[in-house]
């Protein structure tokens, strides 16, 4: 059975790095509800056989205006972004979902530990608003990695939470390899390896998510307990 498609108008573009762009729609005809940490497909009249399917992360959490908020970073030559760069207010695009289980677990946590690389702190971030903006967010440390200073991703709004919040930790790395450098591997050793009980999320590319997860591995966690969403 085909997946449920309806008509988005886009609301606004607004860059947030010199190579990504945060994009808000606006469902045509009924509102989407979701969970932080889930996707949505957009069909795009593109490619060799369109439409072209991209699937994005929601930034926001739900909002009583029903919008939602996409980012999606420019690929040299990629058709999605290019065609999405192209697009301007009252424009119209199709959409399914919500999709995806990368969401917040129902129990509540003694810690939660999210590590996101680049574009992979786009649900991390729906997550953390929907915490806070309920006033439930837990003992957080969040471990943010970009390719370049001038990418990193909400820099300035997770520096002005973690001030304001004494139970959020927010830990920046940049590094324009996959490789989770030495820091990040040690903050999550000292967090996990010492018997606390935390809740791992990992978001980013396979080359960056997949060795962390054997790292919690190691560290005596389940497969099932480490939570990943991966993006190529």
């Not at 010199?18 to 889930?38: A, D, K, M, N, Y």
């Not at 369109?50 to 999606?72: D, I």
């Not at 005596?220 to 993006?231: A, C, I, M, P, S």
Request: charged share 20%; glycine share 8%; hydrophobic share 40%.
């Amino acid at each position: 059975m085909a997946e449920p498609t309806q008509l988005a108008e886009i609301v606004s573009l607004t860059a947030l790095t010199p190579h990504t762009t945060e994009l808000v729609l606006r469902p045509v005809e009924s509102p989407l509800p979701f969970t932080p940490g889930q996707w949505i497909s957009l069909q795009l009249p593109v490619g060799d056989h369109p439409p072209l399917n991209r699937a994005y992360s929601l930034a926001e959490p739900p909002a009583p205006s029903g919008h939602l908020t996409l980012v999606f970073d420019h690929v040299p030559g990629g058709k999605g972004s290019g065609y999405l760069s192209t697009l301007k207010p009252g424009d119209r695009i199709p959409l399914t979902g919500p999709y995806g289980h990368f969401v917040l677990p129902e129990a509540k946590t003694q810690h939660l530990l999210l590590i996101g690389r680049y574009s992979g702190l786009v649900p991390l971030r729906c997550m953390i608003r929907s915490l806070a903006k309920q006033d439930t967010l837990p003992s957080t440390t969040l471990i943010a990695h970009a390719p370049t200073p001038s990418e990193q991703l909400y820099h300035e709004e997770f520096t002005a939470l973690a001030a304001s919040q004494s139970n959020f930790r927010y830990l920046p790395f940049v590094s324009e390899s996959a490789d989770a450098p030495v820091g990040t591997v040690e903050v999550i050793k000292q967090l996990a390896g010492n018997g606390r009980r935390v809740t791992p999320m990992i978001a980013g590319i396979k080359a960056f998510a997949r060795p962390l997860r054997s790292l919690f591995m190691d560290l005596g966690f389940d497969r099932r307990e480490v939570k990943l969403e991966t993006y190529d």
